[in-house]
């Protein structure tokens, strides 16, 4: 408790106080006064030193867990992460990117900004004129006319419980067959990978993905000092042969998997893929976190079945669905379905997270299931993005050079390119920054950042004109690229033996 003693918090200081115990450890942290796998104080000796409620170190001590610094041992207490030290040299490391790469750092970070007249490829989420502004006006208003203030009331931390029923017959259409208990209401599908890391992992828990994966989600596992171990994705789906191999050696805590319309690659599993997974999670006694990321938006009537519908006995997979995507994505809602063995401690961690879901959101949005318009929004949203998919697919036929390799996919709203190996992703999105065209540089999802060979465009955030136009210039810059590639190999001077 020595280095404890000296912390002062302050009631009148317009900052909260849990905020400031926070930055007092971290600078322990930093300043290394505090070495790797020390424990922290109980909650409540701190509280009682430091003259404040149990919450306010408990809340101190979820934001220094968060950042990496401290990691939970069950049972046991908070200690000192063994890769403080590392944090640290990263965070020096981050600001030496930041400071030396302009845009990229941005979007490095899950961040871009994009200016009025930029052809947005970057964004994975629907242009505002998508929204079903009006209708859910109108269910908005109906809510308060009916329910008056107690629209604004918490709701219990699972849900509002007539929208956990509208889902239950929602999912049931895609064959999940699933109990009440076991549907918790998230606010969008990352607070549910979240509260599922903060439920379920303990420091040093191993966890397998998808080789590339959604960064949120490693983000994710990443805070909660997981290992992640990555496995290949192939035409038809994960290596099922190397996964295999990986649970042996690392038997992980779980797999994390989007089987259909993968982010960013857009392949989805074969139905055998799928089977074959769910026999060795059997098998080896593991669970699936299984990301339902744009199921929904299926323009080839193709098999989008999900392994959570192949889960016969609800036992091994955790299933994600967020409607942000194909709703309004500032609205963050979604649900989770998972094995009762999970319910408790997921319904804790989300409490813990934000106690509750918007009352109000959920209410309305329960409104849209019951009444149908649900169904006719996707049809809507089938329609807009089904035209996009199309231009895409013609432009890139069109215009892009035949050295580009890209997947086909099935459907959702995700191409995923491969350039010759000569010719830099990092570069091309500079370029195409500088001619007001964003695009995702493939190393953002692969867990290492190290390929250099692949880019991500989305439909998402544009319109057809925007997306003939946005397919054009990226065309010509890579064209420019390897004919930059071309001039260099023509200019290097040639050395021939003597003979």
């Known amino acids: 408790m020595k280095h404890f003693e000296n912390i002062k918090l302050y009631k009148d200081k317009g900052e909260h106080l849990y905020i400031q115990l926070y930055k007092a450890i971290k600078k322990l942290i930093m300043e290394e006064r505090l070495s790797k796998d020390d424990k922290l ?7 009682q030193k430091l003259d404040v409620n149990n919450v306010t170190v408990v809340n101190a001590y979820h934001i220094l867990e968060q950042e990496g610094l401290v990691y939970k041992k069950m049972g046991s207490g908070t200690y000192i ?15 030496k990117i930041i400071e030396g790469l302009g845009s990229l750092s941005l979007i490095e970070q899950g961040q871009i900004q994009i200016k009025n007249d930029m052809i947005n490829f970057a964004s994975a989420t629907p242009m505002a004129e998508l929204f079903p502004v009006d209708d859910f006006k109108e269910a908005l208003n109906e809510v308060l006319d009916r329910d008056k203030g107690h629209a604004f009331d918490y709701q219990e931390s699972q849900g509002y419980l007539p929208l956990r029923e509208a889902l239950i017959k929602y999912v049931r259409e895609y064959n999940i067959f699933a ?9 969008g599908a990352q607070q549910g990978i979240d509260i599922i890391a903060k439920a379920l992992l303990n420091y040093g828990d191993t966890v397998i993905v998808e080789n590339p994966s959604y960064t949120g989600a490693i983000a994710s596992f990443k805070s909660r000092g997981a290992k992640i171990i990555d496995v290949n994705l192939i035409d ?20 994390y998997l989007m089987p259909n319309f993968q982010n960013p690659t857009g392949i989805s599993y074969s139905r055998s893929k799928k089977e074959e997974i769910i026999n060795l ?10 990301d339902d990321y744009l199921s929904d938006l299926n323009f080839y009537s193709c098999d989008n079945t999900t392994l959570k519908s192949l889960d016969i006995n609800n036992d091994l997979v955790i299933y994600v669905k967020s409607f942000s995507k194909i709703f309004m994505p500032g609205l ?49 949203m089938e329609k807009k993005y089904k035209s ?46 500088r001619k007001n065209v964003a695009l995702a540089p493939g190393n953002l999802f692969f867990i290492h950042q190290n390929d250099n060979n692949h880019f991500r465009l989305s439909i998402a955030s544009v319109n057809n004109y925007e997306i ?17 590639i071309s001039r260099s190999g023509l200019n290097e001077e040639k050395y021939r033996p003597i003979l």
């Open 332 to 380: 963050r809602l979604g649900f989770l379905i998972a094995p009762s063995i999970f319910y408790d401690h997921l319904l804790f961690a989300k409490h813990s997270s934000d106690i509750s879901t918007s009352g109000l959101l959920q209410r309305a949005l329960e409104l849209y299931f019951t009444r149908g318009t649900w169904k006719e929004h996707i049809k809507y």
């Open 388 to 433: 996009g998919f199309d231009t895409m697919l013609r432009s890139i036929e069109e215009y892009m050079p035949s050295q580009v390799e890209y997947i086909h996919p099935k459907g959702g709203v995700n191409f995923w390119f491969k350039l010759p190996m000569e010719i830099s992703s990092r570069e091309l999105y500079e370029r195409a920054i």
């Open 179 to 187: 109990d009440i208990n076991s549907l918790q209401i998230i606010s």
């Open 281 to 290: 999670c059997k098998q080896y006694n593991m669970y699936i976190v299984e």
């Open 236 to 255: 038809d789906g994960i290596d099922i042969d190397d996964l295999e191999r990986k649970i042996r050696i690392f038997r992980p805590k779980f797999l």
């Open 41 to 47: 104080p109980p909650i409540r000796k701190l509280a």
């Open 81 to 95: 992460s063994p890769d403080f030290l590392t944090y640290i040299s990263e965070e020096a490391e981050d600001q």
């Open 468 to 484: 003939e136009q946005g397919i054009i210039i990226i065309s010509n810059i890579i064209k420019e690229l390897i004919n930059d």
